[in-house]
């Protein structure tokens, strides 16, 4: 084998696209049922989109992202995630001008350097929503519910909401000021990362995976809330509580990217193990304007699809692994029979999904195949039967033969559920 594939990526192959395709779908059909409309921003960004916008000092940036200088000199990165590329396209094609709020959703690849372990890939794919245009707590709530309601429908019914509030730019202010001061006293249980981060970012440090310890010790900013801050949070939560959707208080909790404002959270399945993590998301009220664009309050939640998939339920990977296979494997057993099954095959796509097995191998071997496919009928085209096809039927274990030119209408009977002569 001269070539495999880039660590942490992955090929996704039959039967497991199966499954991609139906989480995708669920949350398509959720989006839809909430007035979401998807958006496809390109894969790679000038580097400029995501500097700021995620932050200089954030791991993502500093550490992970996939930049290079492309022919013409300009420096490109692969998106690391979409919400910054989604501003963009959002103020680059004047959606700003309708007024109103603005419902987006997408679903793509997102391409971090991490150190490749389980849930944790180079190319991964994130499915996700933003609500531009409005400060309401109403639409951090939506949010929340958005993606729970998906989950849910994936058959998720153990997963925990964590909250937090990370304030605005006015109460960060003097919050900052006080982390600083914290930090400077626990400055020797800090890590080499923390130590630089205590300087130019010190609510990065509530990110850090080696300082754990030390974030007990360190105030949290959902009690240094402006009063602006705290009545929005305190709304957020009051409306969660009614319309039922539970959950936990996370302090600590204020996401490895620097746009967050007020509300954040993250919905964590046990399953997991260390990256325990499905989905992240929050408010982001600056990050329109730091782009360019009016003051344009915000927020949105991105989840990842290969997390989501790996804890799956088992009965939701059933329903979507069930029917990927075909209706019909049609046999063609030699050479003189192949105009004959190319025929056959096309009077049936009228119905259903045909699979022609024209391996020429024994019929033993080409049945156990139509078998693995999942075929209800198997058909069998030979030159010994020049003007009839065997039907097999495979649920049945019965076979008889059909005339080619009735062929349509046992196919017809066949996938209504019934037999041909039957009412
Ligand atoms: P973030 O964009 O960092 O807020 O992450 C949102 C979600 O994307 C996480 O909760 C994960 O489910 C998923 N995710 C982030 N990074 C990776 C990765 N390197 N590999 C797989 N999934 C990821």
Same mark, same amino acid.
């Given at each position: 084998m001269k070539y495999s594939r880039p660590r942490g990526t992955q090929d996704i192959l039959p039967p497991d696209i199966h499954i991609w395709r139906y989480v995708e779908g669920v949350f398509e059909a959720t989006f839809e049922r909430y007035g979401y409309e998807p958006i496809r921003?390109?894969?790679?960004?000038?580097?400029?989109?995501?500097?700021?916008?995620?932050? !200089? =000092? #954030?791991?993502? /940036?500093?550490?992970?992202?996939?930049?290079?200088?492309?022919?013409?000199?300009?420096?490109? &990165?692969?998106?690391? !995630? =979409? #919400?910054?590329? /989604?501003?963009?396209a959002y103020l680059e094609n004047g959606l700003h001008r309708?007024?109103?709020? &603005?419902?987006?959703?997408?679903?793509?690849?997102?391409?971090?350097?991490?150190?490749?372990?389980?849930?944790?890939?180079?190319?991964?794919?994130?499915?996700?929503?933003?609500?531009?245009?409005?400060?309401?707590?109403?639409?951090?709530?939506?949010?929340?519910?958005?993606?729970?309601?998906?989950?849910?429908?994936?058959?998720?019914?153990?997963?925990?909401?964590?909250?937090?509030?990370?304030g605005c730019a006015e109460c960060r202010k003097p919050y900052t000021e006080l982390l600083r001061t914290e930090l400077e006293r626990l400055?020797?249980?800090?890590?080499?990362?923390?130590?630089?981060?205590?300087?130019?970012?010190?609510?990065?440090?509530?990110?850090?995976?080696?300082?754990?310890?030390?974030?007990?010790?360190?105030?949290p900013i959902s009690e240094h809330l402006c009063e602006g801050c705290a009545k929005h949070f305190a709304q957020v939560k009051s409306y969660l509580e009614a319309i039922d959707r539970h959950f936990e208080m996370d302090p600590?909790?204020?996401?490895?990217?620097?746009y967050y404002t007020r509300t954040t959270f993250e919905i964590i399945h046990s399953g997991l193990g260390a990256q325990n993590a499905l989905c992240g998301g929050g408010r982001y009220d600056d990050l329109v304007a730091q782009c360019g664009?009016?003051?344009?309050?915000?927020?949105?939640?991105?989840?990842?699809?290969?997390?989501?998939?790996?804890?799956?339920?088992e009965e939701s990977t059933a329903v979507a692994t069930s029917g990927s296979g075909v209706d019909f494997y049609l046999i063609c057993l030699d050479e003189e029979s192949s105009a004959r099954a190319l025929q056959a095959a096309r009077v049936l796509r009228a119905f259903g999904r045909i699979e022609i097995d024209a391996s020429m191998r024994s019929l033993k071997k080409q049945l156990r195949n139509a078998e693995r496919r999942g075929a209800a009928v198997t058909l069998i085209v030979e030159n010994e039967l020049p003007d009839r096809i065997k039907w097999k039927d495979m649920t049945k274990r019965e076979q008889f033969e059909v005339d080619d030119d009735?062929?349509?209408?046992?196919?017809?009977a066949k996938l209504a559920g019934k037999r041909v002569g039957d009412e």
């Amino acid at each position: 084998m001269k070539y495999s594939r880039p660590r942490g990526t992955q090929d996704i192959l039959p039967p497991d696209i199966h499954i991609w395709r139906y989480v995708e779908g669920v949350f398509e059909a959720t989006f839809e049922r909430y007035g979401y409309e998807p958006i496809r921003t390109p894969i790679f960004e000038s580097t400029d989109v995501f500097l700021r916008s995620v932050g !200089e =000092n #954030t791991d993502i /940036v500093s550490k992970e992202m996939y930049t290079f200088a492309d022919r013409g000199g300009r420096s490109i &990165t692969l998106r690391p !995630e =979409n #919400t910054a590329a /989604v501003i963009r396209a959002y103020l680059e094609n004047g959606l700003h001008r309708k007024g109103g709020t &603005t419902r987006l959703s997408y679903i793509g690849p997102m391409f971090r350097y991490d150190r490749p372990q389980a849930g944790r890939y180079r190319q991964f794919h994130q499915v996700g929503s933003e609500v531009i245009g409005s400060l309401n707590p109403i639409f951090d709530v939506e949010t929340i519910d958005v993606v729970m309601t998906a989950l849910e429908a994936l058959g998720f019914d153990d997963l925990v909401v964590k909250l937090n509030s990370v304030g605005c730019a006015e109460c960060r202010k003097p919050y900052t000021e006080l982390l600083r001061t914290e930090l400077e006293r626990l400055r020797d249980r800090l890590c080499e990362d923390c130590d630089e981060r205590a300087m130019k970012n010190p609510m990065r440090v509530f990110d850090c995976k080696r300082c754990v310890d030390v974030k007990g010790d360190l105030p949290p900013i959902s009690e240094h809330l402006c009063e602006g801050c705290a009545k929005h949070f305190a709304q957020v939560k009051s409306y969660l509580e009614a319309i039922d959707r539970h959950f936990e208080m996370d302090p600590r909790l204020v996401r490895g990217l620097d746009y967050y404002t007020r509300t954040t959270f993250e919905i964590i399945h046990s399953g997991l193990g260390a990256q325990n993590a499905l989905c992240g998301g929050g408010r982001y009220d600056d990050l329109v304007a730091q782009c360019g664009g009016p003051p344009t309050p915000a927020v949105g939640f991105s989840a990842g699809i290969e997390r989501i998939i790996s804890v799956l339920p088992e009965e939701s990977t059933a329903v979507a692994t069930s029917g990927s296979g075909v209706d019909f494997y049609l046999i063609c057993l030699d050479e003189e029979s192949s105009a004959r099954a190319l025929q056959a095959a096309r009077v049936l796509r009228a119905f259903g999904r045909i699979e022609i097995d024209a391996s020429m191998r024994s019929l033993k071997k080409q049945l156990r195949n139509a078998e693995r496919r999942g075929a209800a009928v198997t058909l069998i085209v030979e030159n010994e039967l020049p003007d009839r096809i065997k039907w097999k039927d495979m649920t049945k274990r019965e076979q008889f033969e059909v005339d080619d030119d009735r062929l349509l209408e046992f196919a017809e009977a066949k996938l209504a559920g019934k037999r041909v002569g039957d009412e």
